[in-house]
């Protein structure tokens, strides 16, 4: 079950089927009941719903295996059909968020393949799927809506699962260009970015004692995980995650052990072009020796599970991005793993009291 505000998408269960009656008017009610009890009995069929409150405002039925393997291979390919919004309610968006909460939906049960039929005539409905990434037309095909009604034709379009990881972490010393990189990345994958720095505002816990330091970071940190992780459960992936404080990219895969996240680590082997960066960005405070020490603590320490490093030394910020694509779309990443953290003084932080500077 999936909820959002005062909507719900669900699997409908077999006592609810006469309740379909309600966005579509059957010929033969017992009927339809009867045979789609059988197919989800089997475990072939089921059908999604969509309320608000009590309200039954859509559905998508959802065929797992079919005799044309081009609609439907079990544990594969799924096939959706009699996608419909309630009379009244279209165009208001809750067509195309039923089909993306469905397709999260079958997309953690393992599917990675999606098809559904379009008529030549259905303007809205192309727009929608195209939206949702049904581009490929997989075969030209002949329906009918019951025994009695004419033949016609439609497109059996093809949806493949895109391959994406759930986070990217970037990490290094300051200007060396996280954030440039952060940019590019969120405007080639356009899903979701946040910095551990972008966390609502906040003084103090009792409205007495202002919050810095050490909890000022925890509060920070615990709001950045909660809100990535957020932004997962809804569906979004490759989401971008920066501006950590390097000692906190030790507790990343202690965090998100279990999910498909890599972490990006710039260096630069040409200080003098961190210095430069540095020096030219004409903002924030800018302690040299500081940045000196940040930059190697950073560059020399060995990788973490799931760390691969980029050195950005002599290249432009097109170059960078292009490497780090490459590395998101093709890294070798765990999921499971032992991980036992590396010495804190391997790290650096802005934090005072961590004494890591």
Known sequence: MQKCNNFTVRRLTIPELPTLTELYHYKDTARMIQETTKFMEQGVEDIFVLYRERELLGEIHIAYCSTDEREAVLGKRA????????????????????????????????????????????????????????????????????????????NLLLRRKPSCRDFIFVTGASGIGKSTLCRRLYGHYRTAYMEQNHAPEFES???????????????????????LKCYHEMGFCNIIGCDMDDLRTRDIPEEFCGYDFIILRLVCSDYQQNYEQMKNRGEGLIDFELLKNMSEKIGNRPPMVNEYVIDVAGKTPEEVCEEAVKRIDTAQTFREYEYEKQPRELFYSWVFANELR
């Open 205 to 227: 816990m009792d409205g007495q004692e202002n919050v810095s330091g050490i909890e000022e970071e925890e509060a920070c940190w615990k709001w950045f995980v909660s809100s």
């Open 79 to 154: 096939y959706l059909y009699a996608y419909r919004v309630k009379k009244g309610r279209q165009n208001k968006g809750l067509g195309s968020f039923l089909l993306r909460r469905v397709l999260c939906e079958l997309e953690k049960d393992g599917y990675t393949e999606f098809t559904i039929g379009v008529e030549d005539d259905n303007e809205r409905a192309k727009h929608i799927y195209e939206k949702a990434g049904f581009r490929e037309v997989l075969a030209r095909k002949q329906g009918r809506d019951d025994e009695e009604s004419e033949p016609y034709e439609y």
